[in-house]
């Protein structure tokens, strides 16, 4: 049985990694007898480190002055039908395409024909190669551009299984037109992969706050305003962390994209002039390229004010107090679950002076938030579980036997 495994891993975003490595080890252990396929933006760092096959999600690449004239002469039209041509013969043999969780199905820093249009055509491809679809644990939503909408919510149609990482998802496509009413929701899946084995020690005279930091510029990939909404962001961040310093807490930065260690370095350019004279001795900056290294970061912590979706993930496995940052509702909606919506707040809006309340307010009844989230944590390991009995008896169970037969 073939395998393959569809989405932006290799790219530098932890999370989107994170999700590939849950599923390799999922099926590794249940069905080591497949055959896996990677098919992502970076093969050759996806084949290295994970050690499994892959090919580039881009398909055809147009080559030579003469096919550009012609092509450019044809409105893109020769390359597109040579792309999908190769696309199909990437899913030759395969008898499963799955898209394991990420948020997927939205166009957050997204043109139509960048991601929405390549799920859209790696699913198309696999309905015309009779190749079974399977959407796990996926986030969607919001999709603001019309023709981007189309895209995803036509790949989603095609999918012969598909589970919602939370409500807010299932009820975005539901808006759209899709019929959601068989689709079950289960936790993201990068909540199954294993937690630090141990902790390095610290301190334990100061406080460590992890706070993450990330390059944002508003959810439009072309936005007039990004530079003011990302130097807002970076001014209140860093005022922010000034006051952690000044209240006597250890603060260690953490990331989830490559592209996140830009702000980093902004940030710490900011408190080098505004922030207490000592501030530098009482900030460590994560490594965080990977979620294990991520886990490990935060298992330095004792609380954490986190942006992206998977350092919330991450946060809230490893038993840690969180307040969100978010720039989407996903953010909301998984804090919810852990009984924790009181400490939600918008990466674009944030108060500085409630996010200072927010963190007091945790520090003085830590104990008792650490206990409702690891009681949840228990919750979804089950929930995880039940979907992986799900899959191999509906989904990858009779491929097998079809293929023994």
Not at 41 to 50: I, L
Not at 115 to 125: I, M, Q
Not at 298 to 325: E, F, M, W
Not at 332 to 344: E, G, K
């Amino acid at each position: 049985m073939k395998i393959c495994l569809l989405g932006q891993f290799g790219s530098g975003n932890t999370g989107n990694d994170g999700s590939l490595e849950a599923m390799l080890d999922f099926l590794r252990a249940r069905r080591p007898d497949a055959e896996l396929l990677c098919v992502c933006s970076n093969p050759n760092a996806v084949a290295e480190k994970y050690n499994v096959a892959a090919i580039n999600i881009g398909g055809f690449v147009a080559k030579g002055r003469w096919f550009n004239r012609i092509n450019r002469g044809l409105a893109d039209i020769p390359r597109r039908t040579a792309s999908l041509l190769s696309v199909l013969t990437g899913l030759r043999g395969a008898d499963l395409l799955i898209i394991p969780g990420t948020g997927i199905l939205d166009d957050f820093q997204e043109a139509a024909f960048g991601w929405p249009f390549v799920v859209f055509r790696w699913c198309l491809a696999a309905r015309l190669r009779n190749t079974r679809i399977a959407f796990v644990s996926i986030g969607a939503g919001p999709i603001k551009h019309t023709l981007s909408r189309w895209f995803l919510t036509s790949a989603a149609r095609m999918a012969h299984y598909r589970s919602f990482r939370d409500d807010f998802s299932r009820e975005y496509m539901k808006s759209v037109g899709l019929d959601v009413s068989r689709d079950p929701r289960y936790p993201d899946i990068a909540f199954r992969l294993a937690a630090p084995a141990s902790v390095p020690a610290r301190d334990s005279t100061r406080l460590t706050v992890g706070v993450g930091i990330m390059d944002y510029h508003g959810w439009s990939k072309v936005n007039s305003s990004g530079e003011t909404i990302y130097q807002t962001y970076i001014g209140k961040l860093s005022s922010f962390i000034c006051w952690l310093i000044e209240e006597g807490h250890d603060v260690r930065l953490l990331t989830g994209d490559l592209r996140d260690w830009k702000a980093v370095e902004d940030v710490l350019a900011r408190i080098a002039v505004s922030g207490p004279t000592s501030a530098s001795d009482h900030i460590t900056v994560g490594r965080g390229h990977s979620l294990q290294e991520l886990m490990d970061e935060i298992g330095q912590t004792d609380i954490v004010i986190v942006s992206r979706y998977h350092n919330v993930v991450c946060a809230l496995k490893l038993g840690r107090p969180t307040i969100s940052l978010g720039y989407n509702q996903k953010n909301d909606y998984l804090l919810a679950q852990f009984d924790q919506s009181r400490y939600c707040n918008h990466i674009e809006t944030f108060d500085v002076e409630i996010l200072k309340h927010q963190t007091e307010q945790i520090l003085g009844d830590i104990d008792a938030v650490q206990l409702q989230i690891l009681h949840s944590n228990r919750s979804f390991r089950k929930e995880l579980f039940e979907q992986e009995e799900l899959l191999l008896d509906r989904v990858i169970g009779p491929l097998a036997h079809k293929k023994r037969r």
